[in-house]
């Protein structure tokens, strides 16, 4: 009903009341799994004190919690624990991905993680370091206030709501994952099939093979 | 006036010897002790066991590591955790190494004598195509975990181990054993198979049975 036709003085009074009030007392889930979560720590702590941003109650409880904090890299075996955790938040929720690990894999281009956990659960905002200084990590959550300052009833259906047929599948499909996986970077010169990629590059000592 | 910004120096303070030098006539050889020191256990074991010892070296100044057959390796170490003279009761790690390139894998026992306070590095050498070897479990209990983990990351079967199943990595893993040479770094199976696995993992996987009836109702 609201929203039928466009904005009108009710619904965007409403929206301001509403996304005030949820974006001043977003109750954090912190999902630390490395280094990452130490500065997470920090800046809960009195010296960056994300309480200022009416965050100050860490729910370490899913089921009471706004936002999810993915600190530190988070490895296949993870993957499941970290989908489930997700989906018994109670809607409206938000997902940050802190540090490279947990935003792309980061340096560990392995057989083991899970390369960016926007492949299990859907992110919000991403917050690039190694780790993330808390300013960061409150720069990141300010953003996700600003986002929730732009949401409006009307749209919220198709903004945040998710569908819950879709828990526990992934976030990504087949595809999408896939294209993460080309032999990259300077980490090996190894693919799945071979173990060996060839290239011109001459042998150093240091290299590996297989 | 004193001389500030200097304490004042005891008589006999360790400061003294430090600044002057050390007691050693210059000139003389410094001898380290435990590079030249024969270890007490292997001529104890190449005298019970013989050619089930196969040879004997010293790494890194003071690690002594023995060879030993892989077929009689839980007999060896029994009789060194119990025999009065060697005792060794902790079994400080289990682990293996594979050097590449379809060189035998070795197993690795890192022996502690508590009462003899003397380490001892026991190896067995498995070829590639046959890695089986006896569980010591019955010998010390917490070689349970870590020959699970060898058996996770390597493939080495422990026989008469009393719960052999993957401890790292996921139970219904089907990549093969990720630390031996010839596994690419990524794994076998494309990223999105990866996760799709890793998503459809079972809870139930994690625990064996007994352990999921802990703290049910009867």
């Given at each position: 009903m609201?929203?039928?036709?466009?904005?009108t003085?009710l619904?965007?009074?409403?929206?301001?009341?509403?996304?005030?009030?949820?974006?001043?007392s977003?109750?954090p889930?912190?999902?630390?799994?490395?280094?990452?979560?130490?500065?997470?720590?920090?800046?809960?702590?009195s010296?960056?004190?994300?309480a200022?941003?009416?965050?100050?109650?860490m729910?370490?409880?899913?089921?009471q919690?706004?936002?999810l904090?993915?600190a530190?890299?988070?490895?296949?075996?993870?993957?499941?624990?970290?989908?489930r955790?997700?989906?018994?938040?109670?809607?409206?929720?938000?997902?940050v991905?802190?540090?490279?690990?947990?935003?792309?894999g980061?340096?560990?281009?392995t057989?083991s993680?899970?390369?960016?956990?926007?492949?299990?659960?859907?992110?919000?905002?991403?917050?690039?370091?190694?780790?993330?200084?808390?300013?960061?990590?409150?720069?990141?959550?300010?953003?996700?206030?600003?986002k929730i300052?732009?949401?409006?009833?009307?749209?919220?259906?198709a903004?945040?709501?998710?569908?819950?047929?879709?828990?526990?599948?992934?976030?990504?499909?087949?595809?999408?994952?896939?294209?993460?996986?080309?032999?990259?970077?300077?980490?090996?010169?190894?693919?799945?099939?071979?173990?060996?990629?060839?290239t011109d590059?001459?042998?150093?000592?240091?290299d590996?093979?297989? | 006036?004193?001389?500030?910004?200097?304490a004042?120096?005891?008589?006999?303070?360790?400061?003294?010897?430090?600044?002057?030098?050390?007691?050693?006539?210059?000139?003389?050889?410094?001898?380290?002790?435990?590079a030249?020191?024969?270890h007490?256990s292997?001529?104890?074991?190449?005298?019970?066991?013989?050619?089930?010892?196969?040879?004997y070296?010293?790494?890194?100044g003071?690690q002594?590591?023995?060879?030993?057959?892989?077929a009689?390796?839980r007999?060896?170490?029994?009789?060194?955790?119990?025999?009065?003279?060697?005792?060794?009761?902790?079994?400080?790690?289990?682990?293996?190494?594979?050097?590449?390139?379809?060189?035998?894998?070795?197993?690795?026992y890192?022996l502690w004598?508590?009462?003899h306070?003397?380490?001892?590095?026991?190896?067995?050498?498995?070829p590639?195509?046959?890695?089986?070897?006896?569980?010591?479990?019955?010998l010390?209990?917490?070689?349970?975990?870590?020959e699970?983990?060898?058996?996770?990351?390597?493939?080495?079967?422990?026989?008469?181990?009393?719960?052999?199943?993957?401890?790292?990595?996921?139970?219904n893993?089907?990549?093969?054993?990720?630390?031996?040479k010839?596994?690419?770094?990524?794994?076998?199976?494309?990223?999105?198979?990866?996760?799709?696995r890793?998503?459809?993992?079972?809870?139930?996987?994690?625990?064996?049975?007994?352990?999921?009836?802990?703290?049910?109702?009867?």
């Amino acid at each position: 009903m609201l929203g039928v036709g466009g904005p009108t003085f009710l619904t965007t009074k409403l929206d301001f009341v509403i996304n005030w009030a949820r974006r001043n007392s977003l109750w954090p889930m912190p999902f630390g799994t490395a280094c990452c979560a130490v500065e997470m720590m920090a800046a809960a702590a009195s010296n960056f004190d994300i309480a200022r941003f009416g965050m100050e109650r860490m729910a370490f409880n899913p089921r009471q919690a706004d936002v999810l904090i993915c600190a530190g890299r988070v490895p296949y075996k993870l993957a499941p624990m970290l989908r489930r955790i997700w989906d018994q938040m109670p809607q409206p929720k938000w997902c940050v991905s802190m540090g490279a690990c947990a935003s792309t894999g980061g340096v560990f281009d392995t057989y083991s993680m899970v390369q960016g956990i926007d492949t299990i659960v859907p992110v919000d905002v991403y917050i690039p370091g190694c780790p993330p200084r808390p300013e960061a990590l409150l720069y990141g959550l300010l953003m996700i206030q600003e986002k929730i300052r732009e949401e409006s009833l009307g749209r919220h259906g198709a903004l945040r709501a998710e569908n819950p047929l879709r828990a526990g599948v992934p976030n990504a499909t087949a595809e999408q994952v896939a294209g993460l996986t080309g032999p990259f970077g300077n980490s090996t010169r190894q693919n799945r099939l071979s173990g060996l990629v060839r290239t011109d590059r001459p042998d150093r000592p240091g290299d590996r093979k297989p | 006036m004193t001389d500030q910004g200097k304490a004042p120096a005891r008589p006999g303070s360790a400061l003294d010897t430090v600044e002057a030098g050390p007691a050693v006539a210059p000139g003389l050889p410094v001898r380290l002790a435990a590079a030249t020191t024969p270890h007490p256990s292997v001529d104890a074991l190449r005298a019970r066991f013989g050619s089930a010892i196969h040879h004997y070296e010293v790494s890194a100044g003071d690690q002594h590591v023995v060879y030993v057959d892989a077929a009689k390796n839980r007999e060896i170490l029994g009789w060194l955790k119990d025999y009065p003279t060697q005792h060794y009761d902790l079994l400080a790690d289990v682990t293996a190494v594979d050097f590449g390139e379809r060189r035998p894998l070795q197993v690795v026992y890192q022996l502690w004598s508590i009462p003899h306070r003397r380490a001892l590095r026991v190896k067995c050498e498995l070829p590639l195509t046959a890695l089986e070897i006896d569980s010591v479990e019955p010998l010390w209990k917490t070689a349970n975990w870590l020959e699970r983990e060898v058996y996770d990351l390597f493939g080495i079967e422990f026989g008469g181990h009393p719960d052999l199943r993957r401890i790292l990595m996921p139970e219904n893993y089907a990549e093969g054993h990720p630390l031996r040479k010839d596994f690419p770094l990524r794994g076998r199976f494309s990223r999105a198979e990866q996760t799709r696995r890793a998503l459809s993992q079972d809870v139930h996987d994690h625990y064996i049975p007994s352990e999921l009836e802990v703290g049910r109702e009867p």
